[in-house]
């Protein structure tokens, strides 16, 4: 004589089977007693993009990472570090936003980490101390960004690629040799970060004629360092005027905010949360241009034809596929042509020092 099922096993297999009916077989949990995270219903995320940071762990990388959370237009966030992921991806993790969020730890998950993503933010890398330029930085930047480079070639060939590790104006050099030399060099997907220039340049501006900087629009041209941060506030929208006194106060200030930082934090660092929000609003900018917005305009480090230099900041419109227009510099007053040429000549030895780089 058979034996009969106890009744909690009977109900066990009504909830199997009636959840065989309602769920597609590979979306069942096993045994609905066992509910872990691994065998749980989460499909993905909603509607969206996938984007990975690398440094996700460092002070730019955190809040970064909180931020690309809360963006409505991630579907996927990969955060990847060689310390500390575990724990920054739990945390985030919890956030009730879309975003599934997934970590990555230690160069042997680098490829996993990249795999099929359509957006790369890389803030990996050291930051400055007081006394020290963004050049000083290259020794050990230059080979971190030269590996999460070859990565990037071999596993999202296609992605766009934000670049924030210090010194920019090697660092896109640097990222755009590998790529080449793997065949998967798209200048319109590799681009410097630049916003924070701009963020402040709004700010400062907006601080010395009373307005809310919100209102304000001031490109700003060149590189990411000094003198290669040329702000042209003579093509501020709306247009003010500026007393000579002013243009040289807001010159300097925009130029050396970085360095206002890392004097503030005295050791401690550089700008981590105004670069966050800089990195997200421009990373927003991408993924809406990817999305097909119409108009979406920024100014960003790039392949450029703007001037004899192969890399420039200026203007680009975000489309489908990157940077697809490039502005040009538009008329310059001459205060801002002997800015450019001495930007142009700091410029040109950056961007060779990156190149040879990676061709020695
Ligand atoms: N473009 C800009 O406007 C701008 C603004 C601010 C800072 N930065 C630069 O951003 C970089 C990061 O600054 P931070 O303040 O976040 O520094 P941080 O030291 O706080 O964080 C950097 C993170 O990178 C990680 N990292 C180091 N090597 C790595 C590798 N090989 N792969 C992946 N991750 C790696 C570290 O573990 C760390 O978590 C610096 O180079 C800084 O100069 C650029
Ligand atoms: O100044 C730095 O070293 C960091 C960054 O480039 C900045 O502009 O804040």
Redesign the pocket.
């Known amino acids: 004589m058979q034996q009969q099922p106890s009744p909690e096993v009977n109900a066990n297999q009504r909830i199997a089977r009636i959840s065989a009916h309602l769920d597609p077989p590979n979306l069942q949990m096993e045994n609905a007693a066992t509910v872990s995270r691994l065998n749980c219903r989460a499909k993905g995320g909603a509607a969206g993009f996938k984007v990975a940071i ?8 955190q809040p970064l990472a909180l931020l690309m959370k809360m963006n409505p237009l991630v579907s996927v966030l990969h955060l ?5 992921t575990p724990g920054v991806t739990s945390d985030i993790s919890h956030m009730d936003t879309g975003a599934v969020v997934r970590g990555f730890l230690g ?1 042997q998950q ?1 490829e996993e980490a990249l795999t099929g993503m359509e957006l790369v933010i890389i ?6 101390k007081p006394g020290m330029t ?1 050049d000083d ?1 290259f020794n ?2 230059a ?2 960004v030269k ?2 480079s070859e990565a990037i070639a071999r596993c999202c060939p296609y992605a766009i690629v934000n ?6 104006n090697s660092t896109v050099p640097i990222a755009a040799e590998v790529f080449k030399k793997a065949g998967t060099f798209d200048p319109k997907k590799l681009l ?6 701009v963020v402040r340049a709004n700010t400062f501006v907006a601080e010395v004629l009373g307005l809310d900087p919100r209102d304000i629009d001031v490109p700003v041209v060149g590189g ?1 360092a000094g003198v290669t941060i040329l702000p042209l506030l003579s093509q501020v929208k709306p247009p003010f005027s500026f007393t000579p006194k002013e243009v040289d106060y807001l010159t300097d200030r925009i130029q050396n905010g ?1 360095t206002e930082v890392v004097e503030a934090k005295a050791g401690a ?4 949360l105004s ?1 966050a929000y ?2 997200v609003k421009f990373a927003d900018a991408c993924l809406r241009g990817l999305r097909g917005d119409a108009g979406v305009v920024e100014c960003a480090f790039l392949a450029s034809q703007v001037t004899e230099l192969p890399f420039f900041a200026s203007k680009v419109r975000l489309g489908r596929t990157g940077a697809e227009e490039i502005y040009p510099l538009g008329p310059l007053n001459e205060y801002e042509r002997a800015g450019l040429e001495k930007a142009k000549k700091e410029l040109a030895a950056s961007i060779q020092k990156g190149v040879s780089f990676v061709r020695k």
């Open positions: 690398l440094g996700a762990a460092g002070g730019i990388g990847y570090d060689v310390v500390n160069q680098l803030p990996a890398g050291v930051p400055r963004r930085l050990i930047n080979g971190i590996t999460i670049v924030i590790s210090n010194p920019v410097g970060v630049t916003m924070l220039d990411h970085g660092g550089s700008a981590t670069m800089a990195a």
